[in-house]
Nanobody, 124 residues
């Protein structure tokens, strides 16, 4: 069974940075697409950033483009999200996900494995 464990959330002031990590207990993690998603109170879960199995191809939501960077270390079975210039509207629970769609996907239905989520709170 795939397990994904996020870490690195917390509370910061606007303009600061956080780095989220997601450790996967998945033997073939290097063949999976992956992504970061977030869910704010009263809102649906939305895509933040996605990455293909190799790490060479990445995609971002317009709201985070230029501020967030997704990356992966397949040797360490770990996915990362570097979040810079954080804004109060980035406040949400952040989830990592893994998908058998190796080229990556923005469709939540393609993701069969999810972490438990980590809270990110950005104050103004």
């Amino acid at each position: 069974q795939v397990q994904l464990v996020e870490s690195g959330g917390g509370e910061v002031q606007a303009g600061n940075s956080l780095r989220l990590s997601c450790k996967a207990s998945l033997r073939l993690f290097s063949s999976y697409g992956a992504g970061w998603f977030r869910q704010a109170p009263g809102k649906a879960r939305e895509v933040v950033a996605v990455i293909d199995f190799s790490g060479r191809n990445r995609g971002y939501a317009d709201s985070v483009k230029g501020r967030f960077t997704i990356s992966r270390d397949n040797a360490a079975n770990t996915l990362y999200l570097q979040m810079d210039s954080l804004k109060p509207e980035d406040t949400a629970v952040y989830y990592c996900g893994a998908t058998r769609v190796s080229k990556g996907s923005r469709d939540l239905d393609d993701f069969g494995a999810w972490g438990q989520g980590t809270q990110v709170t950005v104050s103004s």
